[in-house]
């Protein structure tokens, strides 16, 4: 149940960065054929690996295993944007959003 999970999230994550599964794996220092292994639920990465994973997509591991989010880097670097704003900014782009979601 948690492989699927874990191998679903992982694929998503993937399309979404637009990268072959080769080049994740040689990027992550795996061989070539790694990312494809543990898509296809021949493997599951180590704990030290699955960070290394994480570290790819700019994620935390929590944010990994979030799966009802969307774009976790994107919601990241939007949070990290939105710190320095001042409260008036803020209170716009809450209005911006709220609008958008209606």
Same mark, same amino acid.
């Given at each position: ?21 080769? /080049? ?13 292994? #543990?898509? !296809? ?17 700019? #994620? &935390? ?5 979030? /799966? ?5 880097? &994107?919601?990241?670097?939007?949070? =990290? !944007? ?8 803020? =209170?716009?782009? !809450? &209005?911006?959003? =709220? /609008?958008?979601?209606?």
């Amino acid at each position: 149940m948690y492989e699927n999970m874990f191998v679903n999230r992982l694929i998503h994550l993937r399309m979404q960065k637009g990268v072959s599964a080769r /080049d994740m794996s040689l990027s992550i220092g795996q061989s070539e054929s790694y990312i494809n292994k #543990i898509e !296809n639920g021949n493997a599951l990465p180590s704990m030290s690996t699955f960070f290394y994973i994480c570290e790819y997509f700019g #994620i &935390t591991p929590a944010q990994f295993f979030e /799966d009802e989010i969307e774009c976790p880097a &994107t919601l990241k670097k939007t949070f =990290e !944007n939105l710190k320095c704003l001042s409260s008036e900014q803020l =209170e716009h782009i !809450n &209005t911006i959003i =709220e /609008d958008v979601k209606r």
